[in-house]
């Protein structure tokens, strides 16, 4: 697995930011005319394409796993590296998720496997962030039902077996005022402050633990200045469900305290700005079973789980989709981020497990 390794940080050495992913988007795509593939492109999002021939005599199988990453361009991508990890912005998400495309090519070709499916590998945009699953909707847009599974890897939830994609809403709010001078103005409303009673009534709110419901302020923007009463201001707001019943009713509420925090000299919009939809497929559809097998065989404890990934799209549409990871680590998100690198042998062989059992099925 060591040149799978030594991608995975060529990978992640290639900035990658949401929305900006075309340079590692290119070598990707060149990556895949050195291994040969057929019908290579890069598609109008940035999405990348490429198709190993089966046979023909089964619908094809699509493995896909994200480009982009959470950190902006210019973030320091450093490695550091034992025998036993590697440590860099994006080495576990998701660059080892993307180079385990390119593992799994080396696999079959090392065990001279040849499938009745045409293999589709896809390397796609906008996972993360706002990039709302953009790239993903693109991909199952092309290919809808005419597949046999859609199959997400990641590159740290070894064990893992996401058969249900976690509802999550995104929100802007804006607050807008005249503004002024601090003391001369003193006592016109502020942007700043008016979104900071918002954020207090959010805060308030009491979310259930079942169904686990969660909500985050995760971005504060306004102000001009220290002595500036502030003109603008805005937050962006993110709630998660697994109820999709409950995400739409807390969303209703949101909506409700964006609406009263109207008043004289203050105005107050709610913008929609990302939907990840609810889906599932159930523990035992075959699919589901081939990717608790293929743990078990590694002696690996599978854990059925829900989370946000690109499964999300095929499994709202009752498309049979799946989210793998290939490895262990911690610090998703974070310049700490790591992976353990002996693990991935094992996340490789659940993956060539599910694709042969899906191909003699």
């Not at 490429?50 to 699509?62: F, N, W």
């Not at 896909?64 to 036993?84: M, Q």
């Not at 169904?211 to 500036?228: D, K």
């Not at 610090?331 to 003699?360: C, K, R, W």
Request: with cysteine.
């Amino acid at each position: 697995m060591k040149d799978v390794l030594e991608l995975a940080i060529k990978i992640q050495q290639i900035p990658a930011p949401t929305f900006d992913e075309h340079q590692r988007a290119e070598f990707i795509r060149d990556s895949f005319i050195q291994e040969n593939l057929v019908d290579i492109e890069i598609d109008e999002i940035g999405n990348v394409y490429g198709c190993l021939p089966g046979s023909g005599e089964t619908q094809p199988i699509v493995v896909s796993a994200h480009l982009d990453t959470v950190f902006p361009a210019g973030t320091v991508l450093h490695i550091e590296r034992t025998a036993e990890k590697i440590a860099g912005p994006g080495i576990g998400d998701n660059a080892v998720g993307v180079a385990g495309l390119f593992g799994l090519l080396r696999v079959l070709n090392q065990r001279r496997v040849t499938l009745n499916a045409d293999l589709w590998l896809v390397a796609n945009v906008g996972e993360e962030g706002l990039g709302d699953l953009r790239g993903m909707r693109a991909l199952v847009k092309r290919f809808a039902d005419q597949t046999q599974a859609y199959i997400i890897l990641e590159g740290m939830a070894l064990g893992q077996v996401y058969n249900r994609g976690l509802g999550v809403h995104r929100y802007r709010i804006t607050i807008k005022t005249s503004g002024g001078h601090s003391w001369v103005d003193y006592g016109e409303p502020s942007a700043v402050h008016e979104l900071a009673q918002i954020v207090n009534q959010l805060l308030a709110l009491q979310l259930p633990d079942q169904p686990r419901t969660s909500l985050n302020v995760g971005v504060i923007e306004g102000g001009t200045s220290v002595n500036t009463i502030a003109a603008e201001a805005h937050l962006e707001l993110d709630l998660r469900s697994e109820d999709a019943s409950v995400l739409s009713e807390l969303a209703n509420t949101v909506g409700s305290i964006v609406d009263n925090s109207h008043q004289s000299g203050v105005h107050a919009t709610f913008e929609t700005i990302g939907q990840r939809p609810y889906g599932e497929i159930p523990r035992d559809h075959p699919l589901i079973r081939l990717a608790i097998q293929g743990l078990e065989r590694v002696d690996i404890q599978p854990r059925l789980n829900i989370g946000s990934t690109d499964a999300n799209i095929p499994l709202s549409l009752g498309y049979p989709a799946v989210c793998l990871g290939l490895t262990t680590g911690d610090g998703a998100h974070t310049i700490n981020e790591f992976i353990q690198t002996s693990p991935l042998e094992l996340g490789l062989e659940q993956l060539m497990y599910v694709i042969e059992g899906l191909d003699q099925a």
